[in-house]
């Protein structure tokens, strides 16, 4: 079978390294870009363990172009690049915006510049549904008028998804496509993988992990007075399996696809959670009483935002299948495996 090696830009994260399994599993060969900065060098020993398969690693920096350029020297039969490198803390990225901007914009130009160069056509980008702000009407469609994002890093990829549109207007080979995802949660059912947020989590999941394993002393739910049935704020939460799984979905689209093209998608479960119904339902499949509290909202939250999905499913034959109650429960039983 003709190998198909696919470049996976920061591979050993959260995202990256579950979608590194679901590419092995669908006979993809991937080959991992990743500077840890955001992610453990002890993950590849994990996807080792998990797949029975040694992923080659190229350790560097996307943001630098000679270091790039080698990685494609090497693997000159790169059929295809997952592009997930990026800084994506939402609260961090108002603190730090040029670490921002130069690092999530730069790595992205030179992905495509050096691609360009290298004669590889076929990118599937790690988008968000952050840039869709505040939508007016609900659930999101991929038509949805995106809005000024509430944070640099929604503007990084903003800006990103527009250096690729722009950069795809001038080629008639390239193949792109734009993962907008909605709200990533869980962990691999083995435990072997899973989330290791820096630091004290920004995000909802791993704060409710870490409060549950004791190492946070309480929970607050940022807001309670907002014009929703329990007054909390509604997401999208989709299991990070499903996520990586939508990536397969989107490379065999375009290797299969002869045209220039470059295409959106919403890659969300449909459905909408409220962060109270999160907190129950971990209570109730984990049986692990949450200490929280209701306070203030947190500057830059949405109130509603949850994904149509259905031209992912029609278009790209995927669709969520995880629910909300097993991620939780995934994602308490990684915590508990990280001791
Ligand atoms: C979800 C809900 C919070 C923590 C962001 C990015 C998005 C993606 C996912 C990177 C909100 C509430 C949270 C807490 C809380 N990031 N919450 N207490 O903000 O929807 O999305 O992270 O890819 O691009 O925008 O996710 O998990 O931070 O918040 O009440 O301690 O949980 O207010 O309503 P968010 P989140």
Redesign the pocket.
Known sequence: MVEKKILVTGGAGYIGSHTCVELINSGYTPVIIDNFSNSEKFILDRLKELTGQEITLEEGDCGDYDFLKSVFKKHADISGVIHFAAY?A?GESSKLPLKYYENNLLSTINMLKVMNEEGVTNFVFSS???VYGEPDTLPVTEETQTKPAE?P??RT?QICEDITRDFSKTSDTFKGIFLR?F??IGAHPTSLIGELPLGT?????P?ITQTAAGIREK?????NDYNTPDG??I?DYIHVVDLAKAHIAALDYLLDREDACLEVFNVGTGNGNS?KEVVDTFQGVTGVKLNYELGDR?AG??EK?YADASKVESELQWKAEITLAEALKDAWNWQKSLG
């Open positions: 994506k939402v968000s549904c952050t944070s890093y929604g990829k995802y709200n990533p989590p920004n995000n909802l999941v704060f929970l607050t739910i940022f807001g909390t704020c997401r962060v947190r939250d949405v935002v």
